[in-house]
């Protein structure tokens, strides 16, 4: 908080608010972290914290090739390509609070 910015990044899903059968604990837990994430968001806002979550969407990892084995992995963006927009988040300049951010591939989308 006695910093001059600082930012906290939290990954979440759509799946938050999706409630897909057989992903319910999985869509508790990012429901959950969403709701962490807007109460610190609030607690935070006199400071020069700024709180918000980033929805990768479906990314070419190992976690979503276990999920979805019949989805062709190349068609979904890198991992490199989705975490430059959450790292871009992390800057200075970026002085959202509160918001759940999407990957788009021609930039951030806010969600809510």
Do not use: H
Request: charge should be positive; aromatic fraction near 12%.
């Amino acid at each position: 908080r006695s910093a001059d910015w600082a930012r906290v990044v939290f990954v979440t899903s759509g799946l938050a608010f999706k409630c897909t059968p057989y992903w319910g604990a999985y869509s508790v837990g990012k429901a959950a972290l969403e709701a962490i994430m807007r109460t610190y968001a609030g607690e935070m806002a006199t400071t020069n914290v700024r709180t918000n979550c980033f929805s990768p969407g479906a990314t070419r990892t190992r976690m979503r090739a276990t999920a979805m084995p019949g989805e062709d992995p190349l068609t979904l963006p890198m991992p490199q390509e989705v975490s430059a927009q959450m790292v871009a988040m992390c800057l200075e300049d970026f002085a959202d609070n509160g918001g759940v951010w999407k990957y788009e591939p021609k930039g951030l989308f806010k969600q809510f």
